[in-house]
């Protein structure tokens, strides 16, 4: 209901609006010739002005600042560009001189292994040598020590023994008497005591 | 004056009537507006224009956006033999839009809402391309009005066809811009008063709809002058590239 009533005032109204115009208006005051000349007179006058200005002024301007910005940016780019290339080189060459001074540092550190293992099997020889010679000497000493022992060891048990006979019964007993049993006995014990 | 939807488009004399000869070139309201759009058009594109920074600011980024819009306009549809012809267009373009926008404004006066303004920028089109076309082409072009292809018979009823078509462009061109200004205006009038006429109960559903219009009207403003440079530029491609 409100809303039958609220579209009828509109309909309503709109004949009314229509009837207030009909009653005003003289027509369009597009068609009314009165003021046509002033108008194209203005609109040439103006337009013209514009163009002009535009034409010789503004829009020269404009293309100019156009113009440059896209060289401005064309040679960023080739700069850039440029820049890349030469970055992208440069890397190549640190690459190389890495990859070079890692295969000089490899062979270096051949060279000074080889070299320090030859002074060590060089010094080693000489080392071993000298305790071969010091050994070998010190076997004949004791090879000489050993020979001589059971002679010194049958001296002094002779010299003692007499000296016991001497000092038991009080008198001197041979010498060559004393050296023969001595030897026999060294001979019978010699195992005994020398291990041989 | 605010219930008659014409009265908007009444043309009045501002300041004293001046006379040169039988002619009355008095300084009018239509005038005003003319020259505003002009000053408007003027100060933006200059400030556009006076820095040229690497990154533009945003008026000079309207004046480079406006620039290429145009400029690609005009190539795509007339080619690169109409760039001498670039500056009119875009002061065509530039000055149809600006008072189409300013007569958006309230209380503003559409200049391009009257007949006599749109025809007299039709005319000088339509005379301007047509010379352009013969200076081009010479009697050659009016090989436009025989199109390829059509058979002998039909050819005189063709011709006669083309041409009337051909004259009919300048009317074509500026009623379709005053028309669609004017109707525009004055739906937005019509409806404007009958908010005043329906008062606080009924007034809303007008008033909703003036609002939707005023959008559409902003959309047609920009839309006609788009189209009014557009034919514009179909008419200097046929006279600059002639093949019908």
């Known amino acids: 209901m409100v809303k039958k009533i609220y579209f009828q005032s509109i309909f309503f109204s709109f004949f009314f609006i229509k009837e207030a115009f009909a009653a005003e208006s003289g027509g369009m005051p597009q068609l009314n010739p009165e003021f046509w000349v002033s108008q194209i007179f203005w609109l040439i006058l103006t337009f013209g002005i514009m163009y002009l200005v535009l034409s010789k002024l503004i829009l020269p301007k404009i293309s100019n600042n156009l113009e440059s910005r896209k060289s401005q940016i064309l040679e960023n780019i080739e700069a850039a560009e440029k820049q890349r290339e030469s970055s992208d080189a440069k890397l190549k060459e640190y690459d190389e001189i890495i990859s070079k001074s890692k295969l000089e540092a490899n062979s270096i550190f051949n060279q000074a292994r080889e070299k320090a293992l030859k002074d060590i099997g060089a010094k080693r020889e000489v080392l071993d040598k000298q305790i071969d010679n010091e050994i070998a000497e010190a076997e004949k000493e004791i090879d000489a020590l050993r020979k001589n022992a059971p002679d010194k060891i049958n001296k002094i048990a002779i010299e003692t023994s007499s000296e016991l006979l001497q000092k038991l019964i009080g008198a001197e007993v041979n010498n060559s008497s004393i050296s023969a049993i001595v030897d026999d006995l060294s001979k019978r014990n010699g195992d005994k005591y020398y291990g041989n | ?244």
């Open chain 2, 1 to 244: 004056m605010a219930a008659n939807p014409m009265s908007q488009f009444d043309v009045y004399r501002i300041g004293p009537e001046i006379k040169v000869g039988a002619f009355d070139i008095s300084f009018t309201n239509a005038s005003l507006f003319m020259i505003l759009s002009t000053i408007s058009i003027l100060l933006i594109f200059n400030l556009g224009s006076k820095k040229n920074s690497i990154l533009p600011n945003k008026i000079q980024l309207l004046a480079e956006l406006s620039y290429t819009f145009v400029s690609k306009m005009i190539s795509d549809t007339a080619g690169s033999k109409a760039k001498p012809y670039f500056a009119f267009i875009f002061s065509l373009f530039m000055f149809v839009l600006f008072c189409n926008m300013f007569g958006m404004i309230p209380y503003t006066f559409t200049v391009t809402s009257h007949i006599i303004v749109t025809f007299v920028l039709a005319a000088f089109i339509f005379i301007g391309v047509t010379v352009i076309g013969f200076i081009k082409h010479g009697f050659g072009y009016l090989k436009l009005f025989v199109p390829s292809g059509v058979p002998a018979v039909l050819l005189p009823l063709i011709v006669v066809i083309e041409i009337i078509s051909y004259l009919s462009r300048p009317i074509s061109l500026s009623v379709r811009l005053f028309a669609n200004m004017m109707a525009g205006h004055t739906m937005m009038k019509v409806f404007g008063g009958f908010v005043i006429s329906l008062g606080i109960v009924g007034g809303w559903l007008p008033l909703s709809f003036s609002v939707a219009l005023t959008g559409l009207e902003i959309l047609v403003a920009f839309l006609q002058a788009y189209v009014f440079a557009i034919l514009t530029c179909i008419y200097l491609n046929d006279a600059l590239n002639l093949h019908h």
